[in-house]
């Protein structure tokens, strides 16, 4: 189906698709600050894929169903590489259009790559991101996390969740698995704060940008000549091939997403549990909920405001819909995860639904890699948080908390908490 365009008064000043199209695609009600968009919802009620106009003429193909969704995110047909569509590149602003396409910034970029380039980056980065490495990882993720709550407890009955706990425990946690100094998180953290503001000038963006693979270009030279037990190390070790603009690339793309993913699935998380209080009084009764619990999370939860974004490099049926070549295509990961024809009860959040299955890592060769990690971090936080919080409830009314509605990563800005004198 075709929905009608509307102007938004804004123009995009940054590479964001989601500034494109209009701003009933991606704003939130604040009254329903766990649920997709209005106007997606509405779509995915009606069928699996639309043809939808953006704010400035093109128009592109949201897939609202979920088995629509994993077919296409595993269709070679359709390509992660933006750059094969001039149509694409021309409507990337002039000022950022020119880095992006610089060689040096392309090099190493895998999540915008199709294979064979992209299967060279993701042979090398599964061999770091391995399962039993994950959980080696999960009794320091557990002294992380004790060690913020402890600080928590020891300061009184209550806090902000967000910089007192949800933002600190997955940064230290990337900080020491890429070898990144923790001390320069207030730095990185600023920068990628300007980088994810759907908002921000694009002058801003190209600064913040350089300022970044400036920062990164010293740690990789730094690792080359003292290399240390960390997964940037083992990057050089692994592939002596591997230039430096390939590692500032790569471990960029890491450090932002291990970092800012998970932190606003905890924050959000928390937020959604302390909104449904059933919910909260099970997973705290049985703690053997809770692995169940985080899938559920990240089903019911969408940290992102639309999804991947593909480009087809032939006519392709999705849905039953033909659509042409060179079009762009979104997966909404927010409607796909609330789809009835895969869930019961999609709109309800059940800390115990049996076998959940979702697409909030995505799907196919571009599934993340750090979502093992990501999994081992909620679930160790939201175990220690509700036994050791007893009580945990809001600071404010829920209509109150500011929602990352203006990040590309969605979220709460801040979560204030109290909890009882007793917790320990």
Known sequence: MTSPTVSPDRRPSQDRLALRLPPEYTERAPDRPFHPAAHQ??????????????????????????????????????????????????????????RLLDPATRAGNFITMDAPDHTRYRRLLTGQFTVRRMRLLEPRVHEIV???????????????????FALPVPSLVICELLGVRYEDRDEFQERTSTLLRLDAHVDDVVRAADEQRAFMRALVRRKRVEPADDLLSGLIE????????????ISNLLLIAGHETTANMIGLGTFALLEHPAE????????????????????????????????????????????????TVIVSVPVVNRDPRTYRDPDTLDVARPRVSHLAFGHGIHQCLGQQLARVEMAVAFTEMLRRLPGLRLDLPAGEVPLRSDMLVYGVHSLPVSWDETAS
């Open 238 to 249: 692994a592939e002596a091939a591997l230039t430096d603009d390939e590692l500032v690339s």
């Open 41 to 98: 919802s509405e779509l995915g009620r009606e069928g699996p894929v639309h043809e939808v106009a953006l704010s400035d003429g093109d128009r592109a193909w949201l897939v609202t169903g979920h088995e629509e969704a994993r077919a296409l995110l595993a269709d070679p047909r359709l390509s992660s590489d933006r750059f094969r569509s001039t149509r694409m590149v021309e409507k990337i602003p002039p000022e950022l259009r020119k």
């Open 146 to 164: 004790t060690s913020h709550l402890d600080a928590m407890i020891e300061a009184g009955t209550s806090a902000d969740l967000v910089p007192a």
């Open 280 to 327: 909260l009084a099970r997973l705290r009764a049985d703690p053997s909920l809770t692995p169940g619990a985080v899938e559920e999370l990240l089903r019911y939860l969408s940290i992102v405001h639309l999804g991947p974004i593909r480009l087809t490099l032939e006519d392709v049926e999705i849905g039953g819909v033909t659509v042409p070549a060179d079009s």
